[in-house]
Every structure is written in C-alpha cells, then in structure tokens.
C-alpha cells in the first residue's frame, strides 16, 4: 500500500477517534453532574456515599452490555470501578464540607 494511503486511513481513523473521545468527554461531562446532585442529596439526607449492591447492579449490567458489544467485560468494569471510586470522593467531600 503507498504511503499515501496509509496516511489518508491514518487520518480517517483518527478523526473518528477525535469524535468519539469528544463525545465520551461530553457523556462524563453529563454523568459527573447528575451524581454531583445524588451527592448533595444524599448529603442532605443522611445517606452514605456509597452503595455497594446498586453497585453490584451496575456491575452486572455493564458486564452483560459489555459482551454484547464485543468488549471486554473486565474492562468494562475497571471502567467503571475507576469511575465510581471518582464518584464516592465526590459525594464524601459534598458531605464533609456541610459538616
Ligand atoms: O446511585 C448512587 O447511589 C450513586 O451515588 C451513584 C453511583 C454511580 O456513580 O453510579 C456512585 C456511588 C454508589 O456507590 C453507586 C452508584
């Protein structure tokens, strides 16, 4: 193949991959707000940042979509748990700074 036409697939793909983290920047972007509101309301109501079994729900949900879409589900979940422990930092800092 000329190098060339390594070249027009090389930027072809790397626009779509410039879209694509663009567009998870924008999901996590949304994502972050709506858990910063369940940690200011569960600071106002007494509620610990974390959840273990909605936890274990997400986890099972996210490995079964995972496979479907030919991901890996370990990494799926690394995914997530780096998220979530991103989350519960969150949560604990809104309630500590209520006192
Ligand atoms: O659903 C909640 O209770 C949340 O605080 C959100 C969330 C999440 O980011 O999905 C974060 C921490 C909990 O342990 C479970 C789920």
Redesign the pocket.
């Known amino acids: 193949m000329p190098d060339s036409d390594v070249t027009a697939q090389l930027t072809r793909l790397r626009k779509s991959i410039d879209n694509i983290d663009a567009a998870l920047v924008h999901l996590l972007a949304e994502r972050f707000k709506c858990?910063q509101e369940?940690g200011h309301l569960?600071a106002t109501h007494g509620l610990p940042a974390?959840?273990?079994s909605?936890?274990s729900q997400?986890v099972e949900r996210l490995r079964a979509l995972a496979e479907e879409s030919e991901l890996d589900p370990a990494f799926a979940e690394k995914w997530f748990s780096f998220?979530?422990a991103e989350?519960?930092h969150h949560?604990e800092q809104i309630a500590s700074e209520r006192g």
């Open positions: 858990t369940v569960k974390a959840d273990p909605r936890e997400q998220v979530v989350v519960i949560h």
